[in-house]
């Protein structure tokens, strides 16, 4: 009998909070306000964006947040969206979930920084009471995201650690990473580390090797979002007989050896063109050569509403194409337990929860 992938406890450390709405929520939401989505019926509108996103553009892709930013303006759509995703997360076995999204993107209303935060919050703290009140479980945390071609990294740090005890756990900054290095925001990341605030850094999808570098030197990162270029930093080469011989170049090395840990995104990666060196479809995904090297992979869905997907499914994926058993994906769990932004306490609970899940499938 097929174990039920979904029941099982997951993980979630990159996930969009603009990349995973329900379609007939920003139908209902865009008809309250005036905008004008693509399509009026929530199995179009779904297509839509997935046909859209599927393009091999991080910049295409991209664009699609168009219209899900569009409808997040008013501390009633972000509350909606913040506590719809919980419920998706918790219906999905999800048991951790980390909200990552740009506050500064959601002031065209006339919100403050700080009331989109408190908006965020008062939606993801719904979704957990009921998911509660039903006798089910599932615990939060908002990275606050600064959008790295704007001037406003110290701007959006300082929110995110004014909001340290209101569900902010961490810092991001996103948007096109071509062009547009981390030590743009180096005062930033140094403010942060001065506040002793954890950092993760979109680096490796839409950019290589050196990005990653400075998401490392200047953004202090102690996550990569993607990373999936750290595979251009790894040679490999035949030695005598069929053994292949590997070399982690210095940055692979680095990130190897301290275990920083890696949100991989499979189908986004494929989307968004960050393997396309490599390939076009799953199997040309670095994620099996990444874990087989040790490397602290995480299994991560980027955008469900764009991507068309699930945490389950994206485990699935991987699984019919890597050939990856139930202990496979429980290392892929535990390992985002450990990387998550929590205290060692509830990152230790969440293990428990992990391996008590397992043990029982």
């Given amino acids: 009998m097929a174990t039920n992938i979904k029941a099982l406890p997951k993980i979630s450390l990159h996930d969009h909070l603009d990349g995973g709405l329900r379609p007939q929520t920003m139908i209902d939401l865009a ?79 006339g919100l403050t920084l700080d009331e989109t935060v408190e908006a965020v919050q008062d939606g993801l703290e719904q979704g ?28 959006i740090a300082e929110l995110a650690v004014r909001h340290r005890d209101n569900g902010v756990v961490g810092f991001d900054i996103a948007g096109p990473e071509k062009g547009f290095l981390p030590v743009n925001h180096k005062a930033a990341f140094e403010y942060l580390a001065e506040q002793l605030f954890p950092i993760t850094v979109h680096a490796g999808e839409g950019d290589g090797v050196a990005s990653i570098r400075d998401a490392i030197v200047s953004g202090r990162a102690l996550r990569l979002g993607h990373g999936v270029r750290l595979i251009e930093d790894v040679m490999f080469s035949r030695a005598e007989g069929d053994t292949d011989v590997v070399v982690l170049g210095e940055v692979a090395e680095w990130v190897h050896d301290r275990g920083i840990a890696l949100e991989l995104s499979p189908s986004s990666n494929l989307q968004t063109g960050a393997i396309s060196m490599l390939g076009e479809t799953m199997a040309d995904h670095p994620f099996d050569i990444l874990y087989e090297l040790g490397f ?26 890597f050939g990856y058993s139930l202990a496979d994906l429980e290392q892929f769990q535990l390992n985002a337990a450990e990387a998550s932004f929590q205290a060692l306490d509830d990152r230790e609970e969440l293990i428990d929860m992990i391996s008590e899940g397992f043990a029982n499938a």
């Fill in 31 to 109: 008809e309250k306000i005036g905008h004008k989505l693509p399509a009026t019926d929530a199995a179009e509108l779904g297509n839509w964006f997935f046909e859209s996103a599927d393009s091999g553009s991080l910049e295409r892709y991209l664009e699609t947040f168009e219209h899900t930013t569009a409808v997040m303006q008013t501390a009633e759509g972000l509350s909606r969206v913040a506590k719809e995703f919980v419920l998706d997360l918790h219906d999905d076995g999800v048991i951790y979930g980390e909200v990552r999204w740009a506050p500064e993107q959601h002031l065209s209303k």
């Fill in 128 to 155: 957990m009471s009921e998911v509660e009140a039903a006798g089910g479980f599932i615990r939060t945390g908002q990275l606050v995201t600064a959008m790295r071609q704007n001037n406003r990294g110290m701007e």
């Fill in 296 to 321: 602290k992979v995480t299994v991560n869905t980027d955008n469900r509403l764009m991507s068309r997907t699930t945490l389950t499914r994206e485990l699935e994926l991987l699984m019919s194409t």
